[in-house]
């Protein structure tokens, strides 16, 4: 994988690929991120991840996850924040179970 992110970067790329994953875009989903994240930050993630389709995204955070061993703690956090921007639209996302698997 050549993605080089800080973890903050990956947060974001987590968190707008929650955010696009039913290629409908909330301004409940968006304000959240921004809540979150510096706006320069999801602005140049935001840029790359519409470049991706749904299975490079995968590919990529699953890419990410093996190369950056995170802790089971850090993994729980970062779910419960995804679960916020999934569920935002009060609708359960395929790609929150696929997350959730790679996270746990």
Same mark, same amino acid.
């Given at each position: 994988?050549?993605?080089? /992110?800080?973890?903050?970067?990956?947060?974001? %790329? !987590?968190?707008?690929?929650? @955010? !696009?994953? =039913? #290629?409908?875009?909330?301004?409940?989903? /968006?304000?959240?991120? !921004?809540? $979150?994240?510096? $706006?320069?930050?999801?602005?140049?993630?935001?840029?790359?991840? +519409?470049?991706?389709?749904?299975?490079?995204? %995968?590919?990529?955070?699953?890419? %990410?996850?093996?190369?950056?061993? %995170?802790?089971?703690?850090?993994? =729980?956090? +970062? !779910?419960?924040?995804? $679960?916020? +921007?999934?569920? @935002?639209?009060?609708?359960?996302?395929?790609?929150? #179970?696929?997350?959730? $698997?790679?996270?746990?």
């Amino acid at each position: 994988m050549d993605k080089k /992110w800080s973890k903050e970067e990956f947060y974001a %790329y !987590l968190l707008t690929f929650a @955010a !696009l994953c =039913d #290629q409908i875009k909330t301004k409940k989903e /968006w304000h959240f991120i !921004l809540s $979150k994240i510096a $706006k320069e930050t999801f602005y140049t993630i935001h840029n790359q991840i +519409v470049n991706h389709s749904e299975k490079e995204s %995968y590919e990529i955070i699953k890419a %990410y996850l093996h190369e950056n061993k %995170y802790s089971q703690h850090d993994n =729980d956090e +970062v !779910l419960n924040e995804l $679960k916020s +921007v999934f569920f @935002a639209d009060d609708s359960e996302k395929e790609g929150f #179970q696929f997350l959730r $698997k790679l996270l746990s």
